[in-house]
């Protein structure tokens, strides 16, 4: 990925111009079709999720919890908390999502860590309600 493709993601946009840069070597962006499944609720999380376009739904336990559109993230508790999908994602349309992995995370983590500290706080202080 590119600096300026991140910096239209509420994630990132807060970042410097440097510290995206530092991010989009560590982030990729794919397209997925209508009905795939991003997360499975219960696996193991290696890896979470920014919906930069399209739409996904959030399940849990086979019940409908949420529904994400673009600028949502996703699958950030497991990276986090290191602990199981609580959810299952599934795209609701065609999107174009930006993934990255929590090895990856882990690697910027050790090459700028002042940025992969700003995406974790990011990352826990949304998840911070929902735990309550």
Do not use: W
């Not at 990132?12 to 840069?21: A, D, G, Y």
């Not at 600028?71 to 999107?95: C, H, P, Q, Y």
Request: proline share 4%; net charge negative; with cysteine.
């Amino acid at each position: 990925m590119e600096e300026r493709e991140l910096r239209s993601i509420p994630l990132f946009e807060s970042l410097t111009s440097e510290e995206r840069r530092a991010i989009a070597p560590h982030a990729d962006q794919i397209d997925v079709s209508e009905g795939t499944e991003l997360v499975r609720q219960g696996d193991f999380a290696y890896e979470f999720f920014v919906l930069e376009e399209g739409t996904a739904e959030v399940t849990r336990d086979g019940e409908r919890v949420a529904e994400l559109g673009p600028g949502d993230f996703l699958g950030e508790m497991g990276i986090v908390g290191k602990v199981v999908r609580n959810a299952t994602v599934v795209t609701t349309s065609a999107a174009r999502v930006v993934v990255m992995t929590e090895q990856a995370l882990r690697s910027m983590a050790r090459t700028n860590p002042a940025v992969a500290d700003r995406i974790t706080a990011a990352v826990e202080e949304r998840c911070v309600p929902m735990l309550d």
